[in-house]
């Protein structure tokens, strides 16, 4: 039987419509299935077995209780693994990044470029950590 081609799915967090719109834009464009939320109330509804994300956008704006949230409805599903975490972060909040436990960090205004940068190398990440 064949699979269907995997398509990248990405949870963008944001409460920012123009970043979260222009995200959805630009990922979009690369081929991945972007799921929006606006604040963490949204991602317990959002996720479920069926639709993990490959890749995790936070803004680090939101709260440690809101991270803490988040934190648990990604590892709600263990034997998926968490997804790899990016920090998305105003100029100078360098905080939000240690909350969340980011694999990387992006700071706003940002290059779109450097958000694809960031996506490519960590599905090259999780690729090689994948058994055939």
Not at 64 to 82: C, T
Not at 91 to 104: I, N, Q, T
Request: with cysteine.
């Amino acid at each position: 039987m064949h699979q269907p081609e995997h398509r990248h799915a990405v949870l963008v967090i944001e409460d920012d419509p123009a970043i979260r719109h222009r995200l959805r834009e630009v990922l979009t464009a690369e081929g991945c299935n972007v799921i929006l939320a606006t604040d963490v109330a949204d991602v317990a509804e959002l996720l479920s077995s069926e639709r993990r994300p490959c890749i995790v956008f936070f803004d680090t704006t939101f709260s440690r209780v809101d991270a803490d949230f988040l934190m648990k409805q990604l590892d709600r599903h263990p034997s998926y693994g968490r997804p790899p975490i990016i920090a998305l972060r105003a100029s100078g909040v360098p905080e939000g990044v240690r909350v969340v436990g980011a694999l990387d960090c992006t700071e706003k205004p940002f290059a779109f470029g450097r958000i694809l940068d960031v996506v490519a190398k960590s599905w090259a990440r999780s690729l090689r950590g994948r058994t055939p």
